[in-house]
């Protein structure tokens, strides 16, 4: 149903400033996986009907429109506000925008503090949807942050290319327990066991070390072509007479060699997918012209950070957008006892707190003022993740500033001003 002519135009909302009903009636939606509870209040407060379920689908809305929505008033008079609960709320949203209603989109945490207020211990899908039609009339709701079609399409991007690499992860993990049943000397002759060498030998003849030593001279020339010969006969040598002592598992060799076998093969079409997508992304920052380029950091890190940063005119200062990305230390205090040393609170995004830690990781060494701090919370007693912590919000609120002045990024920060200066 298209919106009607007399509606009122949807007022602009700040993110980080609650959304008010401005006289409206008030519909809550709890999301689920297969169906939504909804129910409705009145803009005096009084609910109105009763808690309705509708599937997620078209005739779920068709249901929702014609038992609570339209009865109230339709588009002009009504808000919705709806939990966003994984990513089962995203048709429902885009489908009540469409038709022209507004939605607020409640952030999970927002809402579980009232839920935990109750007095009886008590969650069902009808409270759920009454208490969320309450806190939006309440005038208490904030309005999560919801990308744009562009935006939405490269986080879908860097989400899966971020998705890839920790599968791959996982897989050489799982790789590593099967080698190490097999020939566990094998670790000791190269840094990265599944490097090309390992991955040739694998491939044409097993790393089982029956199967190395039956076959010495192939096993040196094989050596030699896949590392572009930096693995020469002296290495190799070494190699097998580690095969000759090992323990490795000899009547579960052949297993062994098949599992280790496929388990590469998944590792190497993960890694095909990850450089089309690295490929991709970094025409998506050419094209960008980001100012983010000037920090050095690689493009699927400055696509992530877009992806999960824009617009960033939705964070009024610094310390709100690394607070975003949960760097900001979390507060413990009781009466007069007061902790200095709490961990991140790590809200927000983990994918974009994941890329400013490694931003962090990869430029710490290269800027004099990266280094200074590094060194200086290292000084403080700061392991080397907590020193990194601690350079990655100095990385996001400078990121903050380069994205909101759209300039590039100066190795040397500019002078702070003395007291008094304008």
Known sequence: MPQSSNSLPTPAVRKDQPVHPNGRHVVGIDIGCKRHAAAACTRDGREFGRVIFCANDRHGVERLQTQLLLPLGGPPAVLIGLEATGHYWLPFHGELTRLGYQVVVINPLQTRAKFRARLRKTATDKLDARSIAEFVQQGKAHTARIPDTPTHILRL??????????????LKRLALTYLDRLF??????????????????LHQLGLAPQDLLAQPERVLEIASAASRRRVGKARVDELLEQARHSLGLVPLAATLVTQLRSVVHLIESLEI??????EELEKWVKQKQSPLVS??????????????SDPMSDFTHPWQYAAYAGLDPSLSESGNMRSSHTPISKRGSPYLRHVLYLAALSRYRQNRSFQALYQKSCRKGHHHTSALIVVAHKIAR??????????????????????GEN
């Open 295 to 308: 920090m050095g950091l690689s493009a699927p890190i400055i696509a992530t950070i877009h992806a999960e």
């Open 273 to 278: 997918e990850v450089a089309r997508l690295d």
């Open 184 to 201: 566990p000397e094998f670790h000791h002759q190269f840094n990265s066991p599944l490097n090309a060498t390992g991955r040739a030998l």
């Open 157 to 170: 991007t860097v989400r899966q290319r971020w998705h890839y690499m920790a599968l791959t992860s996982d």
């Open 398 to 419: 400078i990121i903050w500033r380069v994205l909101t002045d759209e300039r590039p990024f100066r190795q040397t920060p500019p002078p702070s001003k003395k007291k």
